[in-house]
């Protein structure tokens, strides 16, 4: 199957919208990588609070260890200081929640960042693309073997072709096609592919 017609102008309209297609998807992969790089920074509070209460639960658990060795109130002595480091943990927690829930948000605003947009460009470019490719490989099935079918393109011309096209052809092409003149045919048919973008191989 040919991906893109031989007729120049449409050929270079083609490429131009996969060109584009491309750029715009690799311009929104580069907004939504900044975008998540940014987001992320925010972890940074969370990042704060996780390491200040590993440090406050490291150093009330080593005070709770040293106040067991004071002898007789060594347990009384201890309990406070054991609350401490597990109340620090659940500081340690709560950073961790927040770093867990940046990291979520940026990777999904990363995500729709890529997604949207792309989608939205590629739902207008995707019928057309695959109009071309259909319309082409069923063109290119008439062409094919050893008679090519020249009179159901001639007869989609004469029956779908804008009529400044038709009025272009020599005077007396439709009576001519009528009576089956081959070059009559052979004019409409090429007049029909020129509108895929194909050329009627001589």
Do not use: K
Request: proline fraction near 7%; avoid cysteine; charge should be neutral.
């Amino acid at each position: 199957m040919r991906p893109y017609a031989q007729r120049p102008a449409l050929r270079l309209r083609q490429l131009a919208a996969d060109a584009g297609l491309l750029g715009w998807t690799l311009l929104w992969i580069f907004v939504a990588r900044a975008v998540h790089g940014a987001v992320l920074a925010l972890a940074g509070p969370g990042r704060a609070v996780e390491d200040l209460g590993r440090s406050v639960g490291g150093s009330m658990e080593s005070a709770a260890g040293v106040a067991e060795d004071v002898p007789v109130v060594g347990d009384e002595l201890s309990a406070p200081f054991g609350a401490l480091a597990r109340a620090s943990g659940s500081v340690s927690g709560a950073g961790q929640s927040a770093q867990d829930a940046v990291e979520t948000l940026a990777t999904i605003l990363a995500v729709a960042l890529v997604v949207l947009p792309v989608a939205w460009l590629l739902l207008r470019w995707l019928p057309w693309r695959w109009g071309y490719l259909r319309e082409a490989g069923a063109a290119a099935r008439l062409l094919a073997g050893p008679a090519p079918d020249l009179d159901l393109l001639a007869a989609r011309a004469v029956a779908t072709a804008p009529l400044p096209r038709l009025a272009a052809l020599p005077p007396g092409t439709g009576a001519a096609w009528r009576a089956g003149d081959p070059a009559a045919v052979r004019a409409l048919a090429a007049l029909e592919l020129d509108r895929v973008g194909l050329r009627l191989d001589t």
